[in-house]
């Protein structure tokens, strides 16, 4: 099966979206010079293109992609090519208005922007399997092609009469009758019972609350709907090129994909970041998604998009100060990345995206952006050889899982203050601060050969789900698990007791009496730390420690953190400080240590193969302690026992062992 490595070819590939038809030809060779000066490698083409190649129905206009290929080889620059499906042109919506989403309220999404198409819609998917077709046929063997990138962040739900059709057939398969599709649904509550297949309709807008698990249900087939038609034109590549891998490019923590089952369908796994420079969490938020990229993925992954300066979707879009981009792409490298990109290579003087920064700003060669822009390409292109394909080790893992999200982000909820990517963030940046390296992992997968496993919160658990966890914490691994997790099983149905018997035993909880969700900038005490957003009614075991108690108000003397054995139970969120101290305690004492101790405020350090990379997001100076004789291969200077960084700076350092 080809991969990421195919492609990289012992480098890291560099680049980003090129979207020449944007521009007269005359500009391309001006281009391609300030490619091979900032030492670009890889560009993407043709991610919104179908209007440019397919003009009106049937026709093809291919010979101004031929010269740009034709053009991208002669320089030495490979091709990311993609199917430019994410954006019908307006003729499709105008000739086949059934290719349009509908709303919840059955409101038509209309053409004039992107992704305006419905993924059941069987003449969209007719129109863009005709064209990946004739695109893949015309470039199979062009020398420059070396990815195909299909369609382009896939992000359209739908919930028209084609959409409820294909619903059905969906939920045919998944439950073969309706009976049972009533038992799974809930539907004796509020007389939702149903006769026939045909009775049933995507849950759109009622009265009040929908059926939840009939939500759940749309959005486990909104993910599939959409990955049918990836799987339809990546068939019709693979079947053309088998030997170039396909991706498709993931948004980060975007709750429309399984993330999980997405990835099993993919040679290489990519995904667009983009950090708020002005967010104090930026760093940690991209060592984040790396990390669940990387995961996904199981091992090198591909940065598709970063901004190079100031995105233009914000309330407010600030530009990234001197020497953050240089930052952020290589924490990217450090954890996992084999290819960093940008949307887009020149900013667009027209359009939606006008100023959305490119690699080549509108102020140009002489701009600052594309200055550090050459910077990296050169400093990557040093490095490439000796970190492209190498592993990041992790000995803790956090659970991750989108059925739980899904189902916990259902209406009718104990609280509507309980986000769930900000207690995965939460308990992420605990670990990111104390120098654990972490990865994700799915709630069913093998977990034994991690020394620590984290559950920040997962309200739905299967049933083989729950075994693993105590099979895992039976065999010798250590849990820390967070509130309001094991709660239902597959079907949204509440488990007997108000959390599974499993794992309550597993973590030494005798009864649930209540949840306490509290208010907004409301905290409670505990022993030793102040807590938010939840808290629990728990009656723990006779055998288990309470290792932290509330103190004061309805919960006073009550566990708020239970130990048992290698389980433990965190019924709260700790404020940061208190949480980073619980969590690394924990890790340390099954074994898991920080990658170097003794780092100043604000270091990073990745281990990624035989390579130390020491990241710095601070704006000061800083002294960081190294063991051992090492080289640093940004700048070739031998280091004895210290690293001196700058602002935003950054080592990659190769010597002794750790």
Known sequence: MPSLRDAARGRILFGGDYNPEQWPEEVWEDDVRLMKAAGVNSVTLGVFSWAKIEPRPGAREFGWLDRLMDLMHTHGIGVVLATPTASPPPWMGAEHPETLPRGEDGSVVWYGSRQQFCASSPVYRRHAAALTEDLAARYADHPALTVWHINNEYCTHCWCDGTAAHFRRWLRDRYATVEALNEAWGTAFWSQRYDTWEQILPPRKAQYMKNPTQVLDFKRFTSDALMECYLAERDIVARHTPHIPVTTNFMPLWSGQDAWAWSAQEDIVSVDVYPDPKDPQAAQYNAMLADMTRSQAAGPWMLMEQAAGPVNWRGVNHPKPAGLNRLWSLQSVARGADAVCYFQWRQSRQGAEKFHSGMVTHAGENGRTFREVKQLGA?????????????????VAILHDWDSWWAGAQEGRPSRL?????????????????????????????????RMVAVPQLYLLTDAAIDNLVAYVRGGGTLVCGFFTGIADADDRIRPGGMDVRMRELCGIRTLHEWWPLDADTTVECDGFRASVWSEELEADPGAEVVSAYRGGELDGLPAVVRNDRAYYVSTLPEPDALRSLLGRVAAEAGAVPVLAGLPEGVEAVRRGDLLFLLHHGRGSVTVPVPGARVDLLTGAAVNGIVELGRYGVAVLRGATL
């Open 418 to 450: 309980l986000d769930y990517t900000e207690i995965v963030q939460s308990w992420h940046r605990a670990l990111w601060e104390s120098g654990i390296s972490t990865e994700f992992a799915r709630p069913e997968t093998d977990l034994s050969r991690f």
């Open 379 to 395: 400093e990557l292109a040093t490095i490439g050889a000796a970190v492209s394909g190498a592993d990041v080790p992790s000995e």
